[in-house]
């Protein structure tokens, strides 16, 4: 099942590759936009492709190590491992939160583009919007 | 919060490497447990409890003042 999902993984990323690729050799150069796109699409399919086939590779060594494999799965597992993980996530959130105020700030006195500010203070919004999503979801559950 | 987890190890003659991998946790985390750094969660508590045979309150010692 795993390594169906990898293969699945890797084979979307050959496609997008190709997509890619044929767009580069088809598509019309008169439009911006669209001269960008077969780049976007060959930029996201290598890495679509390298995480796919480097999960297979990891999961094939894996099955001839099962000791080794067993070790990662606890270090992955480790209550204190993800404890550290969370809090090194939460002190990164409280920094972005204050960077992202800067730059807005910024952009804004830099007289940059009213779009391009406003996408930022909408992606600023969403993100705390999605963590206090999660701080009353978990305050039902907990 | 301080807990004789070293004492008790030691005394069974068993490797941090042992330990951590019977309870499925990382030899790290039985270092910071015996070092007074990391605190467990009531289920690996529990679990180090059943190991040893003994009560949570037996391993685990509870300070009032502490922090």
Redo the contacts between chains.
Sequence with gaps: MKNTKHWLITGSGIALLAVGFFLMKNIDNSNNFLMNLPYVFVGIGSGVFGSGMGSIVTSRTLKKHPETQRVLEIEKKDERNIAISNRAKAKAYDAMTFVFGALMVSFALMGIELVAVLLLVFSYLFVHGYGIYYRCKYDREM | MKNRLEELRKNRGIKQEEL??VL???R??IG?LENGR?N??I??AFKIANFFGMSIEEIFIYEEDAK
């Design positions: 951590a991998s499925e946790v990382s790290q985390t910071s990391y467990p969660s289920l690996l």
